[in-house]
């Protein structure tokens, strides 16, 4: 305990001597850079002027980018407005023309934006003859709008091929093509710059109809450029498709200094220059950008400017023109505040600096707190955990205290305290003096165990030896609580990195390995277990998991179904009964037996689950007819309190049924708790049901049940009846079943009867109702005659005549 407390101390001093050396360090440096690298503090100041400039860019290029989001989205509802008439209508010969002027200029108006607007409808022509085009154009003059209806009104066909091919080709659809912006270009009937922004309409199958478009004068798009503001020097424009400037320029002063930024900016060639494609449309989202933003310096009149500009979704170049002066202007107080600056950061620093070596210095006593067990002062399980990630091999011994439950319940906590302090003391001191222990560490695992881990991946017979010398030092270990001595006594779990197959096992692996053989030495009640791959033990725990999964799976897909076996009554010579029994479908379909998850479904306790489907969905089936049908119960099942007060519930509900309904108990898990047993049994035989016992005959069968739990139904155990026509052992046991449960007035049913000289052997046994794959196998229907197609000929002899 001394070694390490004075190990932890010279530690947490040699951090702390190390922090303080990286504050002198940083204090140092940041002064030596003050004063030697003044230039490059502006260079960064100078950038982030720059970054300042970049985000109003990107800012006003968002908001340009969302103006032409608006054009793109007028445009389409003015499309989709066309459709909608074209389908309406079917652009009926004779009031078209007056339909689609009303129709556009209802459009135009809900468009306050956009400058004017036009619909153009393709009219091909049926068998020899041409077809008309039908076209409307609206437009805004003196506050009013105004329509125009021409079938080519101002748009040629040899322009509207740029925008669409297919209307003058005639080829097949063609992909939507989204978007089409003109350059700026002068209309004569509006007497006006605009640009127009063309989109095509389509019918119901795709095809082409025609071709909806707006116009935007070249003014608004001016003044929206026109609003950008960096400096007070600063200027704006937007270069067209066809390198044409729309620019704030155009309003300035000096018109001769501004014509020649205007003609230096279009001689940069800018939509050469400006990276990635030229795109119809894009969705713009926060500062994400069409294409990257770039810079380039342009010098005019011998003032040097830092262009930055970019494209715009509508394939355009925008851009911003910033004087340099300005850009370096903010560099000037840097110079003034350069030695405050540094004085406060020293201050600011230094204070921190000591803050930090206060928290680190608290940081490593929870560590140490974090990674050692309070009660041993021993490292614990997460310490292990870490320890093992870092090791290349290794093994590791997983102790446990035997009957410690038992202790702490006799003597008390305190006295189980004390025996894992003791323990621990005691190896803690083996690991030190016993040079075969060397280089080992101990640690302390949640609960009522230890663990020791070796720094080699040891031979069984290593491990054996070590094992063995373990459990003797133990056992020799005096333990005194009070003044009684408690006797102690380990078991252990053995694991190692080199498996007994020769396979190499990862380290991590190695706590749940011996986990593993921990449990089955205590299974085995040895005093220890090596973990041995060939005994597929973890890959049953992992395939227990993967059925668990799918039988959650199952659960929630409702793919847990009943399937029913038919039970031939022998007296009548008909299918009277079904036993139902718990399928699960897997996910091709097919069904799978319960002795595949049911065990799985108790571990898991999802055992109730299954059990109310099965009560539900059969209570669904049976209550469409007039059959009887048997439901299987778990001792799980009918001590549990909430699933049978399930059942008599639904057998309140559902009356009918009960009459009809039989719960076989499975009698083969045995019987402890007779009183809740029988609870359950008065109170659904109260409601008419009726019991069996299942598997009678085998593993605790016991007559004391057919007696305290009143049955009226005993089926017979399928291993004695499967060789009843070979075996004279199973005849006779099974004739003194069937003379006892005649002799108590109960019914008896024989189950595997699989084939015909089985039946037969039953038959003369006076046994009452038969089942099994001769009679019939489970299925998802109701199978209501016998395998063999024919009913059994009814059969009624004088031993048989008794009161059922």
């Known amino acids: 305990m001394g070694l390490k407390n004075l190990a932890d101390m010279r530690m947490k001093r040699l951090i702390m001597l190390i922090l303080t050396l990286l504050a002198g360090v940083f204090l140092v440096g940041m002064l030596v850079m003050s004063s030697l690298n003044l230039d490059f503090s502006q260079q960064a100041m100078a950038e982030l002027r720059q970054k300042q400039i970049t985000d109003i860019f990107q800012a006003n290029l968002n908001r340009i980018n969302a103006h032409h989001q608006l054009m793109e989205q007028n445009t389409s509802s003015l499309a989709n407005l066309g459709e909608t008439l074209y389908r309406s209508r079917e652009m009926a010969q004779g009031d078209a023309a007056q339909a689609l002027a009303t129709s556009l200029e209802n459009g135009l108006r809900r468009m306050p934006q956009a400058y004017g607007a ?10 020899n003859q041409s077809g008309q085009d039908v076209s409307a ?268 439950k038992e202790i702490n319940d006799f003597y008390g906590h305190q006295c189980g305290d004390h025996v894992i302090s003791h323990l621990a003391l005691g190896l803690r001191d083996l690991l030190l003096r016993d040079r075969g222990w060397a280089a080992c560490r101990l640690y302390r695992m949640p ?113 847990i179904v009943p399937y029913f076996q038919p039970i031939l009554d022998l007296r009548t010579g008909r299918i009277e009964k079904f036993e139902c029994l718990a399928r699960m479908i897997d996910e091709n379909g097919s069904p799978i037996c319960p002795a595949e998850f049911l065990g799985v479904a108790k571990k898991i306790r999802l055992y109730r689950l299954i059990t109310r489907t099965m009560v539900t969905q059969c209570f669904t089936r049976f209550a469409e007819n007039d059959y009887a049908f048997s439901l299987n119960l778990s001792c799980e099942d009918l001590l549990d309190p909430d699933l049978t007060n399930f059942i008599v519930d639904k057998l309140k509900g559902s009356p009918s049924l009960a009459s009809r309904l039989i719960f076989e108990i499975l009698e083969s898990e045995g019987i402890e708790n007779y009183a809740e047993v029988r609870r359950f049994i008065d109170r659904v035989k109260a409601l008419g049901c009726r019991i069996a016992i299942d598997d009678f005959g085998t593993g605790y069968s016991n007559f004391q049940h057919l007696l305290r739990l009143n049955v009226d139904i005993i089926k017979i155990d399928g291993s004695l009846i499967e060789h009843i026509d070979t075996d004279p052992i199973a005849l006779n046991v099974t004739r003194g079943i069937q003379q006892f449960a005649t002799g108590l007035g109960m019914r008896t049913v024989a189950e595997f009867v699989h084939s015909k000289a089985v039946l037969e052997c039953v038959r003369l046994l006076n046994i009452d109702d038969v089942q099994g794959y001769h009679i019939g196998k489970p299925s998802p229907h109701l199978v209501t005659e016998p395998e063999n197609g024919r009913p059994l000929p009814r059969i009624t002899l004088l031993s048989n005549i008794r009161k059922s």
Not at 118 to 127: H, K, S, T
Not at 364 to 374: F, K, P
Not at 522 to 543: K, L, N, V, W
Request: proline share 4%.
């Open 447 to 559: 609960g009522d165990e230890l663990a020791i881990w070796l720094p080699s991946a040891e031979s069984s017979a290593q491990l054996a030896s070590r094992a063995e010398s373990l459990l003797r030092f133990v056992s020799m270990l005096p333990v005194t609580w009070q003044q009684q001595t408690i006797p102690l006594n380990v078991t252990l779990g053995v694991a190692t990195s080199l498996q007994q197959d020769g396979s190499q096992q990862a380290d991590e692996q190695l706590l749940t390995s011996a986990s593993i053989a921990l449990k089955s030495a205590r299974m085995a009640r040895t005093g220890y277990c090596i973990y041995d791959p060939a005994h597929r033990t973890r890959e049953s725990y992992e395939q227990n998991l993967i059925w668990a999964n799918r039988l959650r799976r199952a659960l929630d897909d409702g793919r």
């Open 118 to 127: 036009e619909i153009w409808y393709n009219r091909p022509g049926n068998g």
């Open 137 to 404: 154009y609206a437009y805004r003059n003196a506050g009013l709008i105004r329509t125009q209806s021409d079938g080519n009104l101002y748009h040629s066909r040899n322009w509207y091929s740029r925008v669409l091919p297919e209307v003058t080709a005639g080829g097949e659809p063609l992909e939507r093509t989204g978007f089409f912006w003109t350059p700026a270009y002068y209309k004569e009937l509006i007497d006006n710059v605009v640009i127009s922004l063309t989109t095509e309409m389509r019918d119901a199958q795709g095809a082409v109809i025609g071709l909806a478009s707006t116009d935007w004068r070249a003014d608004d798009i001016i003044n929206l450029v026109s609003g950008v503001k960096v400096t007070p020097g600063t200027f704006a424009f937007l270069l067209d498709n066809e390198n044409r400037n729309l620019s704030s320029l155009a309003y300035a002063d000096d018109v001769l200094a501004a014509q020649r930024k205007i003609d230096a900016i279009i001689n940069s060639n800018l939509h050469d220059r400006v990276g990635g494609s030229r795109p119809q449309s894009a969705v713009i989202s926060g500062s994400l950008l069409v294409a990257p933003m770039q810079t380039m310096p342009l010098t005019v009149d011998d003032q040097q400017h830092l262009l930055f500009y970019s494209r715009t979704r509508a394939g355009m170049v925008f851009g911003v023109g910033v004087p340099k002066t300005e850009i370096d202007a903010v560099l000037l107080p840097m110079r003034e505040s350069n030695l405050k600056i540094v004085a406060l950061v020293s201050a600011v620093t230094l204070g921190l600096t000591l803050l930090i070596m206060l928290i680190v210095a608290r940081i490593l006593n929870r560590v140490q707190i974090l990674y050692t067990d309070a009660l041993t002062q021993l490292p614990n399980r997460e310490k292990l955990l870490v320890d093992l990630e870092r090791s290349d091999v290794a093994s590791l011994l997983l102790i446990n205290i035997d009957s410690f």
